[in-house]
Antibody, heavy 119, light 112 residues
Framework: QVQLQESGPGLVKPLETLSLTCTVS????????WSWIRQPPGKGLEWIGY???????DYNPSLKTRVTISIDTSKNQFSLRLRSVTAADSAVYYC?????????????WGQGTMVTVSS | QSVLTQPPSVSGAPGQRVTISCTGGSSNIEAGYDVHWYQKLPGTAPKLLIYGNNIRPSGVPDRFSGSKSATSASLAITGLQAEDEADYYCQSYDSRLSGYVVFGGGTKLTVL
């Protein structure tokens, strides 16, 4: 049974870089697409971007200039970096699997991790 | 403002049927991209309810069903139960720019 687990700091200072890692267990990152999604408090879901196991990526146009998603097949992990964060980036961040193409649904999710941007 | 439009809230009594609509545009739903639906309970990760417009993953009760027309999609819940009270989100793909995933703004279902 494939499981995803997010990890990283829960508090990030304004203008610094948010860094999160998603560890995949029970399966391999060397297949499928892998994605990051977030939900700010009291708001809806927002797609951040995805990475294919080959390293191909695509990002939400509204975040594209600040986001990098990378993959480490040796550690069975993929990661998110979001630069120059502000309070508006405070959210629960989820990692998720996309089993087919980039327009498919997210079938497996991590439990989510809350990240607060504050000095 | 979300690319996909959902009603902010719907409600129904136990045992009733409710539907939640998801309306997009010419670059997403109307372009033929699939719609997927999620159930979001407070403090938990979203759960995939429907994928590919009308396919239920294993374990999802058949009280949940999805449909899609040329211009919109809908999630129907029959035999409403108290445990169905949650937020529901639709998701699709938009072909503008280099293509990206889009969500609806979410619908709060209240079981009366």
């Amino acid at each position: 049974q494939v499981q995803l687990q997010e990890s990283g700091p829960g508090l990030v200072k304004p203008l610094e870089t948010l860094s999160l890692t998603c560890t995949v267990s029970g399966g391999s990152v060397s297949s499928f697409y892998w994605s990051w999604i977030r939900q700010p408090p009291g708001k809806g879901l927002e797609w951040i971007g995805y990475i294919y196991h080959t390293g191909n990526t695509d990002y939400n146009p509204s975040l594209k200039t600040r986001v990098t998603i990378s993959i480490d097949t040796s550690k069975n992990q993929f990661s998110l970096r979001l630069r120059s964060v502000t309070a508006a980036d405070s959210a629960v961040y989820y990692c998720a699997r996309v089993p087919m193409g980039p327009d498919d649904g997210f079938d497996i999710w991590g439990q989510g991790t809350m990240v607060t941007v504050s000095s | 403002q979300s690319v996909l439009t959902q009603p902010p809230s719907v409600s129904g009594a136990p045992g009733q049927r409710v539907t939640i609509s998801c309306t997009g545009g010419s670059s997403n739903i109307e372009a033929g991209y699939d719609v997927h639906w999620y159930q979001k309970l407070p403090g938990t990760a979203p759960k995939l309810l429907i994928y590919g417009n009308n396919i239920r993953p294993s374990g999802v009760p058949d009280r949940f069903s999805g449909s899609k027309s040329a211009t919109s999609a809908s999630l129907a819940i029959t035999g409403l139960q108290a445990e169905d009270e949650a937020d529901y989100y639709c998701q699709s793909y938009d072909s503008r720019l280099s293509g990206y995933v889009v969500f609806g703004g979410g619908t709060k279902l209240t079981v009366l």
